[in-house]
């Protein structure tokens, strides 16, 4: 493994949420390397179309969006 991810979870309630609503809530990961050192977050708001992914610095600084591109049967991001 090169990198390890872990969903920052809000306890029974989210770990409930996470199983029910699945890609249909927010959420948020944290990014780790070998060392267990914070490399990035991911962020994932709730939206019902055109859905964006973050990509953030532990200093909260924005390195990249992933945005949703309109598709009928096939989910494609930008």
């Known amino acids: 493994p090169v990198l390890y991810a872990a969903e920052v979870s809000s306890g ?34 709730f939206r019902w179309f055109f859905k964006t992914l973050t990509l953030k610095t532990p200093q909260g600084a924005t390195l990249c969006e992933l945005e949703q591109r309109f598709a009928i049967l096939s989910k494609k991001f930008d």
């Open 12 to 45: 029974l309630l989210g770990t409930l949420l996470r199983l029910l609503l699945k890609h249909w809530r927010s959420f948020e990961i944290n990014i780790y390397d070998q060392n267990k050192t914070h490399l990035l977050t991911a962020h994932f708001p």
